[in-house]
């Protein structure tokens, strides 16, 4: 008899094979005469649309809302139905004696797994493989401590649950609105917050009115000693008059301190952590470091699971912390390191926290060896920030002397503040710190003041939001969003805001391309259609609390404590109201892009969309599906200033155009790409750029496709 392995995806099951030894390839698995592994494709079953449970509505009706089935049914996904059906005929096999589930160890892959499951009307036992890295040794660990798979039906649950009251909510309100006001419209309970908040802080922006003040310094002995009495002075001439009254005074020195103080590092990358650092120091958007990531993990086995919220480990990984060490030999931080592969560590360092640990630990390097040679530059910068920030919380604090010296001027005190650095610490992994020395200075001695200078200075208005940035509002949005109740703000803290770590990139991706949200130099504000989605949807779904108290709730079905039956119920009564309160509305929708273009299909005129990487033109009418790219920008360098250029047009009608101001048509590239001997740009290139979809998850395929919010 043989166990079957379940994996998420074709190269994790070629990990598992590889790992436990199992060696004969077949048609979509690996067998030996002990186990047989293979693989799911993402999702191979997903909820059905609302046309497979009724043909009238495949039209989207006002009237025929809300759409709320009695009983959710599940199909089989058509384009993975091949690797479903070999799954399915796998799992039926007389000698396959149980199921052992190695999806993702979180929510979202117990439910790959489960509806799979369900589906084939399993009835053997399950286990459950949960680890939080895919190299040999972490995989053959946990196939010594597989858990039973009845410990994990609660987090399956809450999936269930999840996944069943997003497409209630998704499908009902987005269908609602569509055709309320005859626009692609889409409403979620996660996006829209998103797009409020986005809203919030431009507003705070627009609103910000600059208020000038003055600082004055004392010039002593060469250093600058700043007004200590007030720091933010409006009347200049208050200044002024001060320093009239202060020239040709002598400056006491009247009180001299200096406190030892260590400054630790910052903690252990979480998802969201590594996406902000990421874009600060490399403009990398969230999209594309989790790639990323996913690539170091899953490719190339140099970083552990990447959708964690957490900043710790557990105490037991203590003793992998040689091995770790070891791999960093081949970076280079080699001479930092090589002093603490033999340290020993304790289980009481700052990083290890049991408790702040739920199902993933947070992201550093494995044991393997890296080849920086194979990485591509994107994984060699994230590689390198996972290993600094796990090298320096090894590293002891950074020692310093905080001084602080007070001179008075006729009564007038005035402060000079330093660091002495004591120890460097782990800011000498990054050579941070440089020796430095306090000037000498001599309490109740009197110096001369050399000169006195008055600052103008203005207060600035908040930053906009980058996609660093707004990531981590949407991790803590009870720091954004006004909430009369501080139970509200607690409940938010505690949920971990707006979406998931392993959702929020996939939103804000999703709010780009339904043109909700613009970057401009990397600055995200709402678009006219992004502010009119607000003034439309209901106040509840523009709100985090809602997205809040539901992970709330299903944190609880999570750990038993919570029926998904009675959460299921809320969510269709909270579907009902929300629909009527969008039948009942008055307000009106604007199209302000709306084009001279008529759709080649219906005729209608078409909406031009902003994209990511160009436009793109869309018909208004949602139940019209035809779209085309106008402009894109493309991999092609302008040969005077070498920026990308931006494709316009097909055909001989192509044009490349650069914001220097250079144009030439694609006739001109090929000639001048031939001159160089270079190959020129084939048609297929330009139609790859032209006929790329950027609206592939538009807010109406959404709604067909088991819409996630």
């Not at 609660?154 to 499908?171: M, N, T």
């Not at 720091?231 to 200044?239: G, S």
């Not at 604090?397 to 001179?407: G, I, L, N, T």
Request: with cysteine; charged share 30%; hydrophobic share 35%.
């Amino acid at each position: 008899m043989k166990s079957l392995i379940l994996a998420e995806k074709p190269s994790v099951a070629r990990d598992i094979a590889n790992a436990l030894n199992v060696t004969q390839q077949r048609n979509g698995c690996f067998e030996n005469n002990q186990y047989i592994v293979t693989w799911a494709l993402g999702h191979l079953v997903t909820n059905a649309t609302p046309e497979q449970y009724d043909k009238k509505f495949k039209t989207w009706d006002l009237a025929e809302l809300p759409i709320i089935p009695d009983h959710m049914k599940t199909v089989v996904i058509p384009k993975t139905k091949k690797q479903f059906n070999t799954v399915k005929s796998l799992m039926l096999k007389e000698n396959v004696k149980e199921i052992i589930i190695a999806t993702d160890a979180g929510r979202e892959g117990e439910l790959v797994a489960r509806l799979i499951l369900d589906k084939v009307h399993n009835k053997k036992p399950i286990k459950r493989l949960w680890i939080s890295s895919i190299t040999a040794k972490a995989i053959r660990n946990g196939f010594k401590q597989l858990k039973d798979g009845k410990a994990y039906l609660s987090l399956y649950r809450a999936a269930l649950a999840r996944s069943e009251a997003d497409w209630i909510v998704g499908i009902n309100a987005t269908r609602a609105l569509t055709t309320k006001y005859d626009a692609q419209l889409s409403l979620g309970r996660v996006q829209t917050p998103t797009i409020q908040l986005v809203q919030m802080r431009q507003d705070e922006i627009k609103n910000f009115r600059p208020t000038e003040y003055y600082t004055l310094e004392a010039k002593i002995a060469g250093q600058s000693f700043k007004l200590a009495s007030q720091h933010r002075i409006k009347d200049k001439q208050k200044l002024e008059k001060l320093v009239q009254r202060l020239k040709g005074k002598q400056a006491e020195v009247v009180d001299i301190q200096s406190k030892h103080k260590k400054q630790y590092p910052a903690k252990l990358y979480s998802l969201t952590d590594l996406q902000q650092d990421a874009y600060q120091r490399y403009h990398m958007g969230a999209k594309e470091t989790l790639n990323t990531l996913q690539n170091l993990y899953e490719r190339h086995k140099l970083a552990t699971y990447p959708r964690t919220d957490s900043n710790y480990l557990t105490d037991d990984m203590v003793d992998t912390f040689k091995e770790r060490l070891q791999a960093l030999l081949a970076t280079e931080y080699k001479a930092q390191v090589r002093p603490l592969v033999n340290q020993k560590f304790s289980a009481r360092m700052n990083i290890i926290n049991n408790q702040k640990v739920s199902d993933h630990h947070a992201i550093i390097p494995t044991e393997i060896r890296p080849d920086m040679n194979v990485l591509s530059q994107r994984e060699q910068k994230l590689y390198l920030m996972i290993a600094e920030r796990f090298i320096e919380n090894l590293l002891p604090p950074y020692e310093y002397d905080a001084v602080k010296v007070v001179c008075k001027i006729d009564g007038e005190s005035f402060e000079f503040q330093d660091k002495v650095t004591v120890q460097p610490g782990f800011k000498a992994l990054k050579s941070e710190t440089t020796p430095s020395q306090m000037p000498t200075f001599d309490k109740d001695k009197s110096y001369t003041v050399q000169g006195f200078n008055i600052q103008a200075h203005e207060t600035t208005p908040p930053a906009y939001f980058n996609e660093g940035t707004l990531l981590k509002a949407m991790e803590n949005p009870q720091k954004f969003f006004d909430l009369k109740d501080s139970k509200h703000s607690q409940t938010l803290k505690q949920t971990g805001g707006i979406g998931t770590v392993a959702t929020r990139a996939d939103i804000i991706d999703k709010l780009f391309n339904m043109n909700a949200i613009e970057a401009r130099s990397g600055q995200i504000r709402v678009t006219s259609k992004g502010r009119q989605i607000l003034d439309l949807a209901p106040q509840e779904l523009t709100s985090p609390l809602l997205t809040a108290e539901w992970e709330e709730k299903l944190t609880q079905i999570e750990k038993g404590k919570y029926d998904s039956c009675a959460f299921m119920k809320e969510m269709k009564n909270f579907t009902k109201d929300i629909v009527n309160e969008i039948k009942n509305s008055e307000q009106k929708y604007k199209h302000d892009n709306l084009t001279s273009t008529e759709c080649p299909t219906c005729g209608k005129f078409m909406i031009r969309v902003k994209t990511k990487n160009g436009q793109m033109l869309v018909c208004q009418d949602p139940s019209c599906k035809t779209k085309k790219n106008v402009q894109r920008k493309t991999n092609a360098r302008c040969p005077n200033c070498h920026k990308k250029m931006t494709l316009f047009g097909k055909g001989k009608q192509a044009t490349y155009r650069c914001v220097c101001g250079h144009s030439e048509t694609q006739e001109q590239m090929d000639r001048r790409h031939k001159n160089k001997g270079k190959s020129k740009v084939s048609k297929r290139e330009m139609k790859k750029y032209m006929g790329k979809e950027e609206l592939d998850n538009n807010p109406f395929q959404d709604a067909l496709k088991n819409l996630k919010l």
